[in-house]
């Protein structure tokens, strides 16, 4: 009499299994959740700082030098590209040419 039978065995191994399912799926779900919400906040984070620069104003034109200050009109535009290499308007490549353009 002090053990139970088939049937109250086969019912506590039955609620066991039910509730270490119920369990498992709740723990799946809450990690399902996380990730996708780590993932959402990586792509904002990502879309922010994939985000244009905004608009800087252009350059002002610079108006011919005398021949007398040639060399340091030479390096006042070369300054000047390196301003806008270093906001980010110019690429590598267009700043290299550009600075070639000047010196040679």
Avoid: C, W
Avoid at 25 to 36: E, S
Avoid at 41 to 50: D, G, K, L, S, T
């Amino acid at each position: 009499m002090g053990r139970p039978g088939l049937v109250g065995t086969m019912a506590r191994t039955a609620v066991i299994a039910g509730t270490a399912t119920a369990t498992s799926n709740a723990v799946n779900r809450r990690q399902v959740a996380r990730a996708q919400e780590r993932a959402e906040a990586e792509a904002y984070r990502e879309q922010q700082y994939a985000a244009p620069p905004a608009a800087a104003p252009a350059p002002a034109p610079v108006a011919p030098a005398p021949a007398a200050a040639a060399g340091d009109d030479l390096v006042a535009k070369i300054a000047q590209l390196g301003e806008l290499h270093q906001q980010g308007i110019l690429s590598d490549e267009e700043f290299a040419a550009a600075k070639q353009k000047l010196l040679g």
